[in-house]
């Protein structure tokens, strides 16, 4: 894809930032991003990368919408229910710019098809709900040299984890050996709206940063947010001598 008059006039406000310009724009506009989840965290994840002119992104999620999604699920409205979740997300995109290629995978990621969903992607992010998926995503990323960004929202507080597994370094097995015995999630425990969106863009940020090569503080930590208290903390994940995947 060239960039033309009307892409420069578009995207204009980030290509003068001096750390962008023209050729972080095109960095930009060639990544390939992975989304895994359009729900809470996904739907401004997938807003922020493609107005920020992300042109090749992938979606993962089996599941329609549901009217309980919307006070929190941003890209969705009252018409969207019972529709599948990346139909929509598809549709919704386009018309915010028509350049942005979506691939749409309308299945749950498992064993049986997660090389064919994640190989051709280099940055992967997991919105994902459950823990058993978590680790799945994690082994795989881990293993095949992913760049893995990944985010949780329960209550009034949300989590970033950023993996850049292109470079030695803990994993989420290192940071949580063993799935908890309770899952903590939206259906279980309710959700704040805002820290959706809060979270959501802040894994976006995350995604762009990566992208353009910007600084790099938050791999290998945890940036935990409270909406209660407006607090931001970082917490540095160290590599665990016992973690299944051998990260020494």
């Not at 003068?16 to 991003?33: E, R, S």
């Not at 996904?42 to 006070?71: F, H, M, Q, R």
């Not at 098809?113 to 990323?141: E, P, Q, S």
């Amino acid at each position: 894809m060239k960039f033309d008059i009307k892409d420069y006039e578009r995207f204009e406000k980030q290509i003068i930032l001096k750390k962008i310009g023209l050729t972080g724009q095109k960095k930009i506009k060639d990544a390939k991003v992975l989304i895994i989840g359009i729900g809470g965290l996904g739907c401004p994840l997938l807003t922020y990368l493609a107005s920020s002119g992300v042109c090749n992104i992938g979606i993962v999620d089996y599941d329609k919408v549901e009217l309980s999604n919307l006070n929190r699920q941003i890209l969705f409205n009252t018409s969207d229910v019972g529709k599948f979740k990346v139909n929509q997300a598809k549709y919704k995109i386009s018309k915010l710019y028509k350049k942005t290629k979506i691939k749409t995978f309308r299945i749950k990621i498992a064993k049986k098809n997660i090389d064919t969903i994640i190989k051709k992607f280099d940055i992967i992010c997991d919105g994902t709900d459950n823990f058993n998926t978590r680790y799945l995503i994690n082994d795989y990323c881990k293993k095949n040299k992913k760049i893995l960004i990944s985010a949780a929202i329960s209550k009034f507080d949300g989590h970033l984890f950023k993996y850049n597994f292109k470079k030695k370094g803990p994993c989420l097995r290192c940071f949580m050996p063993e799935q908890p015995s309770e899952e903590n999630n939206c259906e279980s425990e309710g959700i704040f709206a805002p820290v959706a969106g809060i979270i959501g863009a802040l894994q976006a940020n995350e995604v762009l940063k990566t992208v353009l090569s910007l600084k790099d503080d938050l791999n290998t930590n945890i940036l935990v947010f409270n909406s209660l208290s407006m607090s931001l903390r970082k917490i540095k994940i160290s590599k665990n001598l016992n973690c299944l995947n051998k990260c020494l």
